[in-house]
């Protein structure tokens, strides 16, 4: 128990640090907080927006966005990764138009994808798709190229088929890069949510910042709703990282 | 057999015409300098690799792709480290799509066999690394091959431990009665081991000596200094130090037993030891 308190001291440590440096810039700078409030303001206005449940509904509809585009881009960049690993014709013919796509803002693309699919759930899972799906892809060709030619020559001198390859000997080889282009990609998710809720949308966490900003002006509840969207990334990427030591920790 | 590999667009020739015969039940050790084509040839007996020329079968029955029949070894473990040590084992039964239970079964068995019976449910970076190759042995042995292929593997294990293995494998050669055939660099290890040991020439490979070992078994670590084990393994040096005059390599060998018949050996001359 104490070994634990000691690994979070650091941790608290710096914490402290980060909002104590908030609060002295308040302080000195003598700000007002509809332009920087102190972090004791947004944490009243957190609280009270999470108990009279402004935030609930929309902190939701955010995370079932970013975890539906999140499942469909990296199920894709799965699937394209291993292909552009395995086929060097699939590499040179898609390579171009992937790389130009990621070049591409997805804050230019935004807007044209709500005009296609309107301003429902499609658009944003779409969106929150498309910029997980390069890092992911990416860190599968990686890994899935990365794998270990005497293990599949093991493979081959066992006559596993196609499929047995890919998923006892690349699938587990690749996996601790495949996790990690998730973990970018995840954070990213959360970008393409927010950044599709701006667009237009009528509830979520990046419509909310838009509202508090604009009609409500209600700077203390931007900065709330900041908080919690950077909460549920944070949530996010611990998920993967637990999912990451229960399928690698014990062999590495 | 022949086998080559175009590089850089030159036909290289590894195998020339290389051609032998493992009687069933035998060990067979093949010796070479390095470099020489000795993986490049057990690749072509695990059907890893097709020969250019020439073909490879078992009892009559043509091996030209991976075949059951047939376990290998490589010089490295090559285990899976994010599967269990019993795992690993039962691995070529999964892949083969042997129910769960049977596998255990065996693979319980094989560990046993290799005497690592307590360490089923060890990681292999929990092994020590002749643990490891026991265990890929083990793998090998899993589908109930009839010849049992090693390509060097016990060349990263120090002097004693491979003397242990080496003992080990000859054990477990009684215990299942399957055909060995074993690459190697070392000399005693081939001779120790082996019916018969075939060298091989520097690249392009060709067979330049089968060396039959005539010391009874079974064999204990004391063969090793015995006048038969002497003899065998200076035949098999001068053959390997590549004199194509047969009467150099009698000579040669006879200054290797000279040594030994001033520790009290008979003068008379006998390189294959038949007479003993």
Same mark, same amino acid.
């Given at each position: 128990?104490?070994?634990?308190?000691?690994?979070?001291?650091?941790?608290?440590?710096?914490?402290?640090?980060?909002?104590?440096?908030?609060?002295?810039?308040?302080?000195?700078?003598?700000?007002?907080?509809?332009?920087?409030?102190?972090?004791?303001?947004?944490?009243?206005?957190?609280?009270?927006?999470?108990?009279?449940?402004?935030?609930?509904?929309?902190?939701?509809?955010?995370?079932?966005?970013?975890?539906?585009?999140?499942?469909?881009?990296?199920?894709?960049?799965?699937?394209?990764?291993?292909?552009?690993?395995?086929?060097?014709?699939?590499?040179?013919?898609?390579?171009?138009?992937?790389?130009?796509?990621?070049?591409?803002?997805?804050?230019?693309?935004?807007?044209?994808?709500?005009?296609?699919?309107?301003?429902?759930?499609?658009?944003?899972?779409?969106?929150?798709?498309?910029?997980?799906?390069?890092?992911?892809?990416?860190?599968?060709?990686?890994?899935?190229?990365?794998?270990?030619?005497?293990?599949?020559?093991?493979?081959?001198?066992?006559?596993?088929?196609?499929?047995?390859?890919?998923?006892?000997?690349?699938?587990?080889?690749?996996?601790?890069?495949?996790?990690?282009?998730?973990?970018?990609?995840?954070?990213?998710?959360?970008?393409?949510?927010?950044?599709?809720?701006?667009?237009?949308?009528?509830?979520?966490?990046?419509?909310?910042?838009?509202?508090?900003?604009?009609?409500?002006?209600?700077?203390?509840?931007?900065?709330?709703?900041?908080?919690?969207?950077?909460?549920?990334?944070?949530?996010?990427?611990?998920?993967?990282?637990?999912?990451?030591?229960?399928?690698?920790?014990?062999?590495? | 057999?022949?086998?080559?590999?175009?590089?850089?667009?030159?036909?290289?020739?590894?195998?020339?015409?290389?051609?032998?015969?493992?009687?069933?039940?035998?060990?067979?050790?093949?010796?070479?300098?390095?470099?020489?084509?000795?993986?490049?040839?057990?690749?072509?007996?695990?059907?890893?690799?097709?020969?250019?020329?020439?073909?490879?079968?078992?009892?009559?029955?043509?091996?030209?792709?991976?075949?059951?029949?047939?376990?290998?070894?490589?010089?490295?473990?090559?285990?899976?480290?994010?599967?269990?040590?019993?795992?690993?084992?039962?691995?070529?039964?999964?892949?083969?799509?042997?129910?769960?239970?049977?596998?255990?079964?065996?693979?319980?068995?094989?560990?046993?066999?290799?005497?690592?019976?307590?360490?089923?449910?060890?990681?292999?970076?929990? #092994?020590? &690394?002749?643990?490891?190759? *026991?265990? !890929?042995? =083990?793998?090998?042995?899993?589908?109930?091959? @009839?010849?049992?292929?090693?390509?060097?593997?016990?060349?990263?294990?120090?002097?004693?431990?491979?003397?242990?293995?080496?003992?080990?494998?000859?054990?477990?050669?009684?215990?299942?009665?399957?055909?060995?055939?074993?690459?190697?660099?070392?000399?005693?290890?081939?001779?120790?081991?082996?019916?018969?040991?075939?060298?091989?020439?520097?690249?392009?490979?060709?067979?330049?000596?089968?060396?039959?070992?005539?010391?009874?078994?079974?064999?204990?670590?004391?063969? #090793?200094? &015995?006048?038969?084990?002497? *003899?065998? !393994?200076? =035949?098999?040096?001068?053959?390997?130090?590549? @004199?194509?005059?047969?009467?150099?390599?009698?000579?040669?060998?006879?200054?290797?037993?000279?040594?030994?018949?001033?520790?009290?050996?008979?003068?008379?001359?006998?390189?294959?030891?038949?007479?003993?």
């Amino acid at each position: 128990m104490t070994g634990r308190i000691r690994q979070a001291l650091p941790v608290l440590a710096v914490a402290a640090v980060f909002f104590g440096a908030w609060k002295l810039v308040v302080v000195v700078g003598d700000y007002p907080p509809f332009i920087l409030p102190a972090p004791e303001v947004v944490g009243q206005r957190l609280l009270r927006a999470v108990v009279d449940g402004t935030l609930a509904p929309h902190a939701a509809a955010t995370l079932s966005e970013v975890i539906l585009g999140f499942v469909v881009g990296a199920t894709g960049a799965l699937l394209v990764g291993y292909l552009l690993a395995r086929s060097a014709l699939a590499e040179r013919l898609l390579s171009p138009y992937l790389v130009a796509a990621q070049a591409t803002p997805i804050l230019a693309l935004a807007p044209l994808i709500a005009l296609w699919l309107g301003t429902g759930l499609l658009s944003k899972v779409v969106i929150c798709a498309l910029i997980v799906f390069f890092p992911v892809a990416v860190a599968t060709m990686v890994g899935i190229r990365s794998a270990d030619g005497r293990l599949l020559e093991l493979g081959r001198s066992l006559r596993a088929s196609r499929w047995q390859v890919f998923r006892h000997l690349e699938l587990p080889q690749a996996l601790p890069a495949i996790l990690g282009g998730m973990r970018v990609g995840v954070t990213l998710a959360v970008i393409g949510a927010i950044v599709a809720e701006w667009v237009g949308a009528e509830r979520g966490l990046g419509h909310r910042i838009t509202l508090a900003r604009g009609s409500l002006f209600d700077i203390p509840l931007m900065f709330a709703t900041l908080v919690t969207i950077a909460l549920i990334g944070l949530a996010l990427y611990v998920t993967v990282v637990l999912v990451e030591r229960r399928l690698i920790g014990p062999w590495r | 057999m022949s086998q080559g590999f175009v590089i850089d667009g030159r036909h290289l020739p590894v195998l020339d015409s290389v051609s032998f015969s493992v009687p069933s039940g035998e060990i067979v050790s093949i010796v070479g300098p390095n470099g020489s084509g000795k993986s490049t040839l057990l690749r072509v007996v695990a059907g890893l690799l097709r020969p250019d020329s020439g073909s490879v079968d078992i009892d009559g029955q043509l091996i030209d792709e991976a075949d059951p029949r047939v376990g290998l070894v490589f010089q490295e473990p090559r285990l899976l480290p994010w599967r269990r040590a019993l795992d690993n084992v039962s691995f070529p039964l999964e892949l083969a799509g042997v129910n769960s239970r049977l596998r255990r079964q065996r693979g319980e068995q094989l560990l046993e066999l290799v005497g690592l019976g307590a360490f089923g449910g060890a990681y292999p970076h929990q #092994l020590s &690394g002749g643990m490891r190759q *026991r265990v !890929a042995i =083990a793998r090998a042995l899993a589908r109930d091959p @009839s010849v049992l292929l090693l390509d060097e593997p016990f060349s990263a294990l120090d002097a004693l431990t491979r003397e242990r293995f080496n003992l080990e494998l000859l054990k477990l050669w009684q215990q299942t009665g399957t055909t060995i055939v074993l690459v190697t660099h070392s000399i005693p290890e081939a001779v120790f081991l082996s019916d018969r040991v075939i060298v091989l020439s520097p690249r392009p490979a060709r067979v330049v000596a089968e060396v039959p070992i005539s010391l009874p078994r079974p064999r204990s670590i004391s063969a #090793l200094d &015995g006048a038969t084990f002497s *003899r065998a !393994a200076a =035949a098999v040096r001068a053959h390997l130090a590549g @004199s194509g005059d047969d009467d150099e390599i009698m000579a040669a060998a006879a200054a290797d037993t000279d040594m030994l018949a001033q520790a009290g050996a008979p003068a008379w001359f006998d390189p294959f030891g038949r007479q003993d």
